[in-house]
T-cell receptor, first 111, second 117 residues
């Protein structure tokens, strides 16, 4: 069973700090990775996608991918209370044409 | 990205009845997916719906219980048949949008919150 694993949290950080969310995956065939934010009672909203090793930055968000270690992370700089949500990591494998989602990490940004 | 709508947004149904959920997207897409998300849980893929072919169901999900239609490139329906309280969940449709030049990406509709009494 191919898996994407995340710490369920909650991860609590003070306002203005950097929040670091981590994800590991078991399928070496996974090619693309995604971070979604999901507020309570809402559907997942795409934040970042990444498919090359290294860092990808978009505003306050940086996604990092290390395919050798099978590790994906999301950094949120200058965290705001509005960033408090569950963050879902997903990997995509073209061979099976499946997106596999982790169970999500709940982030709490404390004002 | 894409604008995706789902109807109904929520419903309360009686045991043994069926509910059809509609998913409409504002552009033509090849791949559409149906997920279920139970309270506090992550997403579970029910099936992949390609236009012009039978839906592909994941392990644990069968066509008799969750029939899917995909009549064109902008629309799909998921029916939850002969419902029981265990079917109470949020049902989400999603579409895959081709990336240009970045990777293809999946976007979600707002979801349908189903409660079965």
């Amino acid at each position: 069973q191919k898996e994407v694993e995340q710490n369920s949290g909650p991860l609590s950080v003070p306002e203005g700090a950097i929040a670091s969310l981590n994800c590991t995956y078991s399928d070496r065939g996974s090619q693309s990775f995604f971070w979604y934010r999901q507020y309570s009672g809402k559907s997942p909203e795409l934040i970042m996608s990444i498919y090359s090793n290294g860092d990808k930055e978009d505003g306050r968000f940086t996604a990092q991918l290390n395919k050798a270690s099978q590790y994906v992370s999301l950094l949120i700089r200058d965290s705001q209370p509005s960033d408090s949500a569950t963050y879902l990591c997903a990997g995509f494998t073209s061979g099976t044409y499946k997106y596999i989602f982790g169970t999500g990490t709940r982030l709490k940004v404390l004002a | 990205s894409a604008v995706i709508s789902q109807k109904p947004s929520r419903d309360i149904c009686q045991r043994g009845t069926s509910l059809t959920i509609q998913c409409q997207v504002d552009s033509q897409v090849t791949m559409m997916f149906w997920y279920r998300q139970q309270p506090g849980q992550s997403l579970t893929l029910i099936a992949t719906a390609n236009q012009g072919s039978e839906a592909t169901y994941e392990s644990g999900f069968v066509i008799d219980k969750f029939p899917i239609s995909r009549p064109n490139l902008t629309f799909s329906t998921l029916t939850v048949s002969n419902m029981s309280p265990e079917d109470s969940s949020i049902y989400l449709c999603s579409v895959e949008i081709a990336g240009n030049p970045s990777t293809d990406t999946q976007y979600f509709g707002p979801g349908t919150r189903l409660t079965v009494l």
